[in-house]
């Protein structure tokens, strides 16, 4: 395996990177004398264009520009909101330009066209007054692209004419005759997510639509209360947080900035998606036979389920193996799980067998959280969606299948394994999962995963696999198999 997995290393342009390009470069330079009203303004600007210049990722760019511009509270809020809200909303935005600009989008000078997305949201999207966002827009045009502020009055006043529903009903075509086509536009997915949703849900196109809607809304942090270091209830108490729905650990936060909560600080807690932490405890519940104190963490970036194994491991006496390929995401295994049971090693997890600390039939547990597309965190990284192709799917799923043979070379029988995904797409899910433990020549048998989730927990499916849901449960859309090894 190279340097770098798909679908796992998601740095993309360095946070320092595109700092680096600020003002130096015109179009994401820092124009003089801006007014302070316009500071959120300019911060989600330069956030998307960083996002779509750079192939940046704006979770991990949008902070750092929050910190250099000293924006906090109300005015971090609205930038953190203008800047996932354009990103959601890009495929419906772009065609709305391109109708009220009478030009192909793209066309359209990238410093323009990010601010007249931006401006548009607000039209489309938000409370602002249309002449505020109007205005606002045209003098963010003015100080990021010469010249075009009259285009940029122009289109946005076009823009105007119409609310949402009206540009969905004159620019979308048919539900009748095209459902994935207006389903795309109205919504605001590429068609190709669609079909592969809608394939996951049965070909359920109501169901489909309520997973659309979903994944357009901004979703809550999610904490994970490391089991033996902190209660969640207490957690929530400190935090101001609520616990959560269905894992023993979750604990929701409505917004905010988790990295700076002391009990993340100190490692009592860290910050992971329900369905991760799911699916993670859904391992460690599965029944072994025999010795369990040799766990395994196969794909262990950037830290989160190593970290809730790692304690749970702890509890019960075991120790964690965290395999991680790449140099820098193996680092931020070492930090996520310092002071736990857990050993991190710097290597492909597909060499079981050869790497002398990655032996056959030695460990007791495997997690295989595989790299993949990622189409089932959209809400969370809103950007994927617009990077993501069919193409990837070739040379993704070869890996999986790599990687969840390996894992079964890991296991020693009467051991488990989970094979985990943060995707529906069930070329990812079912056809590797079931191709890989056709093809591995052991003795393999599908564990019913839904008992192993919390008791109650709704729409499982009819096993023996389970498909997490946005729509459903509020989580990630993470799919979960477990097998034991005869």
């Known amino acids: 395996m190279g340097a770098r997995r798909p679908g796992r290393c998601r740095g993309g342009v360095g946070v320092r990177d595109t700092a680096a390009r600020r003002g130096t470069d015109r179009?994401?330079?820092?124009?003089?004398?801006?007014?302070?009203?316009?500071?959120?303004?300019?911060?989600?600007?330069?956030?998307?264009?960083?996002?779509?210049r750079d192939d940046a990722y704006a979770n991990l760019v949008l902070p750092a520009i929050l910190r250099d511009e000293g924006l906090t509270g109300r005015d971090a809020a609205f930038a953190t909101e203008l800047t996932y809200g354009t990103l959601r909303h890009l495929g419906t935005l772009d065609a709305i330009l391109t109708s009220a600009a009478g030009r192909d989008v793209q066309r359209i000078d990238p410093p323009v066209r990010d601010a007249l997305r931006i401006g548009a949201y607000q039209l489309?999207?938000?409370?602002?007054?249309?002449?505020?966002?109007v205005s606002s827009t045209v003098d963010l045009v003015r100080m990021v692209g010469q010249g075009a502020t009259g285009f940029a009055n122009a289109v946005l006043r076009e823009v105007a004419e119409r609310d949402l529903d009206g540009w969905v009903?004159?620019?979308?075509?048919?539900?009748?005759?095209?459902?994935?086509?207006?389903l795309a536009l109205a919504y605001s997915h590429p068609q190709w997510i669609i079909r592969a949703f809608s394939e996951a849900l049965g070909g359920d196109l109501g169901e489909t639509t309520r997973l659309?809607?979903?994944?357009?809304?901004?979703?809550?942090v999610h904490l994970c209360a490391r089991p033996g270091l902190i209660d969640p209830v207490e957690l929530a108490d400190e935090t101001g947080g609520a616990p959560g729905a269905f894992s023993p650990y979750a604990v929701y936060l409505a917004g905010g900035s988790p990295g700076e909560l002391a009990a993340v600080a100190d490692g009592r807690a860290h910050v992971q998606d329900?369905?991760?932490?799911?699916?993670?405890?859904?391992?460690?519940?599965?029944?072994?036979e025999g010795p369990d104190g040799r766990w395994l963490d196969l794909c262990a970036g950037p830290g989160g389920k190593s970290g809730l194994l790692g304690a749970l491991a702890a509890q019960r006496g075991a120790r964690l193996t965290a395999v991680e390929v790449a140099e820098h995401r193996a680092r931020l295994v070492s930090s996520a799980t310092r002071g736990l049971p857990v050993t991190?090693?710097?290597?492909?997890?597909?060499?079981?067998?050869?790497?002398?600390?990655?032996?056959?039939?030695?460990?007791?547990?495997?997690?295989v959280d595989a790299p993949c597309t990622g189409l089932g965190s959209l809400r969370?990284?809103?950007?994927?969606?617009?990077?993501?192709?069919?193409?990837?799917?070739?040379?993704?799923?070869?890996?999986?299948?790599?990687?969840?043979?390996?894992g079964l070379r890991a296991v020693r029988p009467g051991g488990v394994v989970a094979y985990v995904t943060c995707s529906p797409h069930t070329v990812e899910t079912h056809v590797t999962v079931t191709e890989a433990a056709r093809r591995s020549g052991m003795p393999v048998d599908f564990v019913d995963a839904r008992p192993l989730?919390?008791?109650?927990?709704?729409?499982?499916?009819?096993?023996?696999?389970?498909?997490?849901?946005?729509?459903?449960?509020?989580?990630?859309?993470?799919?979960?198999?477990?097998?034991?090894?005869?």
Do not use: C
């Open 344 to 367: 991190v090693l710097n290597t492909d997890g597909r060499l079981v067998g050869a790497e002398p600390k990655l032996p056959e039939q030695h460990f007791d547990r495997v997690l």
């Open 380 to 406: 969370r990284r809103p950007e994927s969606r617009w990077r993501r192709q069919p193409s990837d799917l070739p040379a993704l799923t070869r890996l999986q299948r790599e990687l969840l043979t390996a």
């Open 27 to 52: 179009r994401g330079a820092r124009p003089s004398g801006r007014p302070a009203a316009d500071r959120p303004r300019y911060v989600a600007y330069e956030a998307v264009a960083a996002v779509n």
């Open 169 to 182: 009903s004159r620019l979308a075509p048919s539900m009748e005759t095209d459902p994935v086509g207006h």
């Open 274 to 288: 329900e369905g991760s932490q799911l699916v993670a405890d859904a391992l460690a519940a599965a029944a072994v």
């Open 212 to 220: 659309l809607i979903e994944d357009n809304e901004r979703p809550p």
């Open 124 to 133: 489309l999207h938000t409370r602002v007054p249309a002449h505020a966002a």
């Open 453 to 486: 989730l919390p008791a109650g927990m709704p729409g499982l499916g009819d096993g023996p696999t389970v498909q997490l849901w946005p729509h459903r449960h509020g989580t990630d859309a993470m799919f979960l198999a477990v097998l034991r090894r005869g």
